[in-house]
């Protein structure tokens, strides 16, 4: 996903085909979002606050078929109205059932860049 990806919707897509409706999303220090319809708020506010998007970069990416779990190492670097110039490392944890994520854990390291 880049921010073109995030301008054209296409996360909307990959919401809808691969989370399931009782999805939990777990992010390191917040209350836990349930449901596809929590998570859509959580990203539209996302986007809404942010004013430029640097960079977006998928690092890497494991699955683990046996046990139904993929994880997914990103970075990102934005300009947000209200907590100004951020750069991220995220991991998110997640585990499949029936093809969607029903549970999604997401680890994020973040700074404040200098401006």
Not at 35 to 48: A, H, L, N, Y
Not at 90 to 105: A, C, K, N, P, T
């Amino acid at each position: 996903m880049n921010e073109m990806s995030y301008q054209q919707g296409k996360w909307k897509e990959a919401l809808e085909k691969y989370y399931a409706d009782d999805v939990v999303r777990k992010v390191s220090g917040l209350v836990p979002l349930v449901g596809k319809d929590m998570i859509r708020e959580q990203i539209e506010d996302f986007i809404k606050g942010c004013t430029e998007f640097h960079s977006l970069e998928i690092k890497a990416v494991a699955v683990d078929e046996e046990n139904n779990v993929s994880m997914v190492e990103m970075s990102q670097e934005y300009t947000h109205k209200f907590y100004g110039h951020i750069r991220q490392s995220l991991v998110f944890v997640q585990r499949w059932r029936d093809g969607q994520i029903y549970e999604e854990s997401l680890y994020v390291m973040q700074e404040r860049v200098n401006q």
